[in-house]
């Protein structure tokens, strides 16, 4: 009985989760010709407000590690889990300056994602093929992780009435019908009720589950201070290695990244002014108040579930709640859940598909004036890619996931040094991406992350900057007479609206 109620409200959630999306197109012009559809499609026509950019660069932050890793990692270590909470908000506040940058020079130039800007910056259309390929290897194991975190939720709250393969395959089959279609915006819309039931159920959860167990906070806390003080000082339990130099140098490095990884630039991009991304910086913040409520819970499921191991404690929240709650709340809880894997799932595929309709397929030209339909294909394509590994290869992607923010990093000179500094040239940006990433995967697959106590991710960025810097320095100028304005951005940070262009402006000289 109690499987057929939850699966039942979860069904009824995902119905509506697809109509949502399809409906959110309703009434949208296509744009002017193809690249005015890719516009549209891609990043909702440079046109969402202040509401529709926060739900949805929320929702894409905010993601399946918010239910299931953070009660793990508050369940396993503690206080290190703090970090995201950290990250996230530092890099809001970077992002109110970046954001509006990134903005504006896409507008001017008719530039949808990081990919263009890369290519446009440099003149190189293959650059943009290459950051699209090297970004889709360290966004796919997301896209993974998402559907393994959908499948290990709806599994749980259908009481293992739905196996976890099925479960994959919903998350693949939901995201894909809807986001196909709808594209940004459908995934803005889809954001909406989705943050509304975040926001209910984290919000009774955060009063349920410590007066049910605890009769309420203050006996929950005393007794987490008494018997399980390891928890709240650095290094948290157990020998992690995840001191102060791991957590201030893993907030600093996540909060650089984190504005220009593409997801985020995608949310940017749909924004229709640049006051849109500095309301939204600002508010952004109040959401991760949310996320404290995962990591308390995880650590109060140690004194209701003890004993839970490897993968098993990233179900510590749920563990509370299944047993506890009626089968309808357990239903509702895990379709919020459930879209916190979706909304973000959505966004990874619909840039995965933009980047590669725009900078590597549009390097054939019989696919250039069709970069819509090819960026469609290819979110059906990478979608399917992570569901197939899922079933047969998980732990390939899961080992990829290691280095996927740490390797994304090491973008950072190429895209806001090169538009910020237009003596960076071609070859000292690459020379230090291809060092980065090396430094990366070298210290992440010896398994020597964190170094010297640090965040590996960071060392690889001093390096990848030490080296482009002295490349730039010892190497001739690079020609472009180009004037300064088609390069830099620096100088329409100020008045970006004087920048803005059609929807279905041309793109830059790099394409």
Same mark, same amino acid.
């Given at each position: 009985?109690? $499987? ?14 697809? $109509? ?96 263009? #800007? ?6 190189? &259309? ?14 796919? &194991? ?135 991304? =500095? ?20 650590? $109060? ?56 309709? /725009? ?10 004036? /069709? ?42 000179? #190429? ?6 500094? =237009? ?78 262009? &059609?929807?279905?402006?041309? $793109?830059?000289?790099?394409?």
């Amino acid at each position: 009985m109690n $499987a057929t109620v939850a699966t039942s409200v979860f069904g009824v959630f995902m119905a509506a989760t697809v $109509a949502l999306g399809l409906l959110a197109t309703r009434g949208r012009r296509k744009g002017n010709g193809e690249g005015g559809g890719l516009a549209e499609w891609s990043v909702g026509g440079r046109s969402l407000g202040t509401a529709f950019i926060w739900v949805l660069m929320a929702g894409e932050g905010y993601t399946s590690f918010s239910y299931l890793g953070a009660a793990g990692w508050g369940y396993n270590y503690g206080a290190p889990v703090l970090y995201v909470v950290a990250y996230m908000s530092c890099g809001y506040a970077i992002g109110y300056v970046v954001g509006p940058m990134l903005w504006a020079y896409a507008r001017k130039h008719g530039l949808v994602g990081i990919t263009d #800007m890369v290519a446009h910056r440099f003149g190189r &259309p293959w650059l943009g093929a290459l950051v699209a390929v090297l970004a889709t290897v360290f966004l796919l &194991p997301y896209v993974q992780l998402q559907i393994t975190g959908m499948g290990v939720v709806v599994s749980t709250i259908s009481y293992g009435a739905i196996s976890l393969n099925w479960a994959y395959f919903i998350a693949f089959a939901v995201t894909t019908g809807f986001v196909v279609v709808s594209g940004l915006r459908g995934s803005a819309w889809v954001s909406v009720l989705k943050d509304v039931l975040v926001i209910a159920t984290l919000g009774f959860l955060a009063f349920y589950v410590p007066l049910h167990y605890f009769d309420g906070y203050g006996p929950f806390l005393d007794r987490l201070v008494t018997e399980k003080s390891e928890w709240l000082t650095f290094p948290g339990h157990g020998d992690s290695g995840l001191g102060q130099a791991w957590f201030i140098t893993t907030s600093f490095l996540n909060s650089l990244t984190v504005v220009i990884f593409p997801t985020t630039v995608a949310g940017y991009l749909g924004a229709k002014n640049a006051d849109v991304l =500095r309301r939204n910086a600002m508010l952004l913040p109040a959401y991760n108040v949310l996320l404290f409520v995962p990591m308390l819970l995880g650590m $109060a499921a140690l004194f209701v579930v003890p004993g839970l191991v490897g993968a098993e404690s990233n179900l510590a929240l749920f563990k509370l709640v299944v047993d506890s709650l009626p089968a309808w709340a357990v239903g509702v809880i895990g379709v919020a859940a459930a879209l916190s894997s979706i909304v973000p799932m959505a966004v990874f595929m619909l840039v995965i598909g933009t980047m590669w309709g /725009r900078s590597v397929l549009s390097l054939v030209p019989r696919l250039e004036r /069709r970069q819509k339909g090819a960026a469609q294909v290819v979110v059906v394509i990478a979608g399917s890619l992570a569901l197939l590994l899922t079933y047969t290869a998980p732990n390939t992607l899961v080992r990829l996931s290691l280095i996927s923010y740490e390797a994304m990093a090491q973008l950072l000179p #190429m895209v806001l040094l090169g538009l910020m500094w =237009r003596r960076l040239t071609l070859l000292g940006a690459m020379s230090g991406l291809v060092v980065g990433v090396g430094v990366v995967c070298g210290f992440v697959f010896t398994e020597n992350d964190p170094v010297w106590g640090v965040n590996a991710g960071i060392v690889a960025l001093g390096a990848n900057l030490v080296v482009a810097l002295a490349v730039t320095y010892a190497g001739p100028r690079e020609h472009d007479d180009r004037p300064d304005e088609e390069v830099l951005a620096r100088d329409e940070i100020g008045a970006p609206e004087r920048a803005a262009e &059609p929807d279905g402006a041309p $793109a830059g000289t790099g394409h």
